[in-house]
């Protein structure tokens, strides 16, 4: 199945949970037999063991898998559950690959959507922050679009704001404003006057009755109390 995710797109995230077989425990980690995913035979270098390392409290690491009953009671040897309860993050970017990417694992990912947890903010600066999905990989992970901000919009669109000024579209919260001037939102309502040429009437009335009412606020507002997440600058 094909998915059409992007930046600032609001998530909720399910697996069913699957035995697995406790295979170590550290002071940080829990391994188990990963009920997932199989050994690509054809990408022996990675050399990985069928285990994953599933993080403790301690270990202050974000993960989406958790275990029943929790890795703190865990030994090895020790039978449980592994999946991912109903967890609700926001994307932050989406990586193609093709061909797809080798990992050492089947099946090899065509695409990563990356996320961010609840109340988690984009760092600019910190090098490793999201967690990557392979939203068609081997783990039945379901997933809920619960909000796309500005979802009447394709990346691109083009509008001219109910004051006048022409801006382009290229995600919720990066919008280019062709005065030059980049301070300040769209003020709604919004006429659409480019989509990959002249709109349709469709399209444009579309556009239209999507912003009768409410505002780039709004938008704002209904996004931050799904993801708990403080906006950027550039998201004011």
Known sequence: MNHDYRSGDVLKLECPFAEATVTGVTRFYVSVRWPWLKVDPQAEAFGWNGQRALPMPNAREWEIFRTEPVETVLEPGDTCQVGVPATVVHVQAIHHFDPPLVTGLLPRPASYVEVLQQGETYDPDLE??????????????????????????????????????????????????????????????????????EPSPEEAAAVARATAAGSHADELERWTELTLARPTAHQR
Do not use: H, K, M
């Open 128 to 197: 490793d922050q999201g967690y990557t999905i392979d939203p068609d990989g081997g783990e039945p992970i379901g997933i809920e679009l619960l909000f796309r901000p500005y979802a009447f919009l394709e990346p691109g669109d083009e509008v001219a704001d109910r004051n006048g000024r022409a801006w382009r579209f290229d995600a919720a919260w990066d919008w280019y404003a062709f005065d030059g001037e980049q301070s300040g939102s769209p003020a709604w309502p919004l006429a659409l006057v480019f989509r990959r040429g």
